[in-house]
C-alpha cells in the first residue's frame, strides 16, 4: 500500500515554477490539491480519476499548496 506523492509549496509573495521529477516506473503524477485561488471553484482539490495529469514542470501560485500523487498508468 505504498504511496508516492509530490507536494510542491510556495510562500514567496509570486508564482513559482518547480521542476516536476519523473514519476515511478509505471505510473504518472496526477494533481490532486492546488491551493491558488484560480482552483477555488473545484474547491481547490481532485480526485485520482479525475485529477490533471502533471509533467515537466508546473507553476505554483504564490502562497500556495500543490500536491501530485503517483496513480497506475491506463495509457
Same mark, same amino acid.
Given at each position: #500500500? &505504498?504511496?508516492d506523492f509530490v507536494v510542491m509549496s510556495n510562500f514567496s509573495g509570486s508564482s513559482v515554477t518547480y521542476t516536476v521529477p519523473a514519476s515511478p516506473a509505471g505510473t504518472r503524477w496526477v494533481r490532486l490539491?492546488? !491551493?491558488n485561488n484560480?482552483?477555488?471553484a473545484s474547491s481547490n482539490c481532485w480526485g485520482a480519476s479525475s485529477g490533471a495529469m502533471i509533467? #515537466? !514542470?508546473y507553476g505554483v501560485g504564490n502562497r500556495s /499548496? /500543490?500536491?501530485l500523487e503517483a /496513480?497506475? &498508468?491506463a495509457r
Open positions: #500500500g &505504498d504511496q490539491i492546488d !491551493t484560480w482552483a477555488e509533467s #515537466g !514542470t /499548496v /500543490v500536491v /496513480v497506475p &498508468d
